[in-house]
Every structure is written in C-alpha cells, then in structure tokens.
C-alpha cells in the first residue's frame, strides 16, 4: 500500500465533530485506527491547528485513514484547509506501537496567543466545555 494513501486527522474531522466534511473520509477512506504525532496542539477558535515539535512527550491524539484514492478527496481538503495549514507527510505512531508515514495538516501560522491543548486531544477538550 503506498503511504500517500493515510491522513491523520486531530481536530473538526475526527468522527465524534460531527463536521460535515467528516462524510468525505466516510465515503472515501477507511478508518485504520487511532494514533498519534509528535507535535503540539493549539486552539485557533472554531479548530484546533498542530505544529511540529522536538519534545518527545508533546503528543497529539488522532484517527488515521486510510484512502483507496486520494486525489480527489485531497484535492477538497486541500481547499477546505487553506493556506492557513499545509499538508504535509509526517510520522504517526498507531495503536500498536508501529509508525507510518501519513499526510497531516500542520498549522502554517505563527501560534503566538494562542492557547495550547495540553492533553493534545481536540474532542476531549472540546467536550470539557
């Protein structure tokens, strides 16, 4: 399976934000499992955005998926994210232990004055309000 088929997605896409463009993975990809990416987690409103990070204990939590064929799908999420986040091949850890390469979209702003996610885990923070 080539890796350019996995996304990892930490914020309004994951299943429990029922956002509408959550629909696009359910027609398109398969739900691999939940995993997560070495970076940091931050409030930007009505999302969240991830940055890279060099500290081995920052963690984000995420669901991978897994797309039969991407172009398309990507093609609209790259529209729906913007230039606000680029999508970019990273490593995420699954469940097991095992790493992959998968696309995520990373935060392409600076982060400044924004409140970090410390649990690193958009639906439980969302959840505590």
């Known amino acids: 399976m080539d890796n350019e088929d996995y ?7 994951r299943r429990q ?36 990070s060099r500290g081995n204990t920052d963690r ?8 039969s064929e991407p172009q398309r799908a990507f093609q609209i999420l790259d529209e729906y994210e913007g230039h606000r986040f680029k999508r970019k091949r990273v490593t995420v850890i699954q469940e097991d232990g095992k790493s992959i390469t998968s696309w995520i979209y ?20 969302r959840n505590s309000f």
Not at 26 to 52: I, N
């Open 17 to 52: 934000m029922n956002d509408p463009l959550h629909r696009l993975l359910e027609t398109h990809a398969v739900l691999v499992g939940t995993g997560t990416f070495q970076g940091k987690l931050y409030d930007l409103g009505r999302y969240p955005g991830v940055v890279r």
């Open 60 to 67: 984000v939590i995420g669901e991978i998926y897994r797309f």
């Open 7 to 13: 996304l990892f997605v930490y914020g309004t896409l």
């Open 106 to 125: 990373l935060y392409a702003r600076s982060v400044t004055r924004r409140a970090l996610i410390r649990s690193g885990d958009y639906v439980q923070y």
